[in-house]
């Protein structure tokens, strides 16, 4: 099962940024999407945003939308997750996530049902 390496979490104050790196670990994998998600203390993992990787075309939940980009490299084969205007209750596990399902709806890559191989996750915490 292809896996995937994330680096980057750390100790941020609130307002700073930070960036999330996720690449595969190992054999490469044909993806159809890439996406973020996280997971807050005692609350299940939730969705932050996704990248369909054919398009670039990238989406987020409310929560983060207009602070939360995801950029690419595809000559490295790795994804971030970049982080704007911080706030305490961004303090998460974040994980990458890549998904072989071929999906077009609206709703697509939003679940993570969706995605078949994980990173190990990696902590944000932002103080205030």
């Known amino acids: 099962q292809a896996q995937l390496v994330e680096s980057g979490g750390g100790l941020v104050q609130a307002g700073g940024s930070l960036r999330l790196s996720c690449a595969p670990s190992g054999r490469t994998f044909s993806r159809y999407a890439m996406g973020w998600f996280r997971q807050r203390p005692g609350k299940e993992r939730e969705f932050v945003g996704a990248?369909?990787?054919?398009?670039?075309?990238?989406f987020f939940a409310d929560s983060v939308k207009g602070r939360f980009t995801i950029p690419r490299d595809t000559a490295k084969n790795t994804v971030y997750l970049q982080m704007y205007s911080l706030k305490p209750e961004d303090t998460a596990v974040y994980y990458c996530?890549?998904?072989?399902?071929?999906?077009?709806?609206?709703?697509?890559?939003?679940?993570?049902?969706?995605?078949?191989?994980w990173g190990q996750g990696t902590q944000v915490t932002v103080s205030s």
């Open positions: 996530a890549g998904s072989t399902n071929d999906c077009s709806g609206g709703g697509c890559y939003r679940h993570p049902d969706e995605y078949d191989a």
């Open positions: 990248l369909r990787w054919s398009s670039g075309n990238t």
